[in-house]
């Protein structure tokens, strides 16, 4: 099984045209920042396979997914299969959790609450997330990167990665003899 971060750019034609996404881009540091990322966990011999992730207001979700290849961008994590088995089970037990609202709004500003703030408080009934913090928890969880932070805007997990990882293309290859 391979792992991959799998990256939207805010002129993604699969982004609608919202507030959230806007304002997610504006607290970015490029022309076309990164704003979303799922963790894909693909077999080898194919383009699909469980993503995990969660939409503003959502629930965190752990689900068969084929990805586009025009739409997004794809960093192949350097993991063990031990390593990527940690990051699976850390997902599979989030999924259901909710969307880190106080967090989202408040990341930019270097003071966000973490995911479990609002649950340790009684005001939530499970920890919450946006989608680069529990990517980012998830990969932590398994010591896949030394100092990673255990949230970040999607575009800075983006740019963390880059050197760290190889892009490429979960992709299933046909060969003819």
Known sequence: MNLYACFLPSDSSLL???FINRLAACFASSRTPMIHVELLFAENDGDFGESSSIHYQGKVFLKQKRFSRTNWHFRRIPA???QIRKVYE???RCKGNSFNRLGFFLQPFRFAPDSQFMFDKG????PQWYCSSLCCSAL???NIFQDMPTA???HAMYEFLKPLSAPDVPRRVCMEL
């Open 152 to 154: 970040m805007h999607p």
């Open 123 to 126: 005001l939530s009934d499970t």
């Open 80 to 82: 063990t299969d031990k």
């Open 140 to 142: 932590a969880s398994a």
């Open 16 to 18: 609608e045209d919202s």
């Open 90 to 92: 850390f997902c599979k």
